[in-house]
Nanobody
């Protein structure tokens, strides 16, 4: 079992920044990811980071604006979000998959462990 707990959400104006953190009970051997979900929508994969802490992937809409990182010693997963836009408004979830990120991709069903989410609201 892996427990995850997000923090750091909030409300910002367009162009602002937020950093999300996720406390992860086990990090070694897991692909970690951030997803987001708007009301009535399916979860959207935002970014993933491999167990090596170096291999990252981003959905096109956040490339150049968001940075995912992990600190295995502190058991933390982070998401630095810059140049936020109203379209970034969503509930953000951290998730863990026992498989590698290349296999898991952005398929929500590939991630067995999820946090409860933190709300990010960006106003224009």
């Amino acid at each position: 079992q892996v427990q995850l707990q997000e923090s750091g959400g909030g409300s910002v104006q367009s162009g602002g920044s937020l950093t999300l953190s996720c406390a992860v009970s086990k990090t070694v051997g897991y692909c970690l990811a951030w997803f987001r979900q708007s009301p009535g929508q399916e979860p959207e994969g935002v970014a993933t980071i491999e167990d090596d802490g170096r291999t990252t992937r981003y959905v096109n809409s956040v490339k150049g604006r968001f940075t995912i990182s992990r600190d295995s010693a502190k058991k933390l997963l982070n998401l630095q979000m810059n140049s936020l836009q109203p379209d970034d408004t969503a509930m953000y979830f951290c998730a863990a998959a026992r498989s590698g990120c290349f296999y898991a991709g952005y398929r929500a069903e590939a991630f067995s462990y999820w946090g409860q989410g933190t709300q990010v609201t960006v106003s224009s």
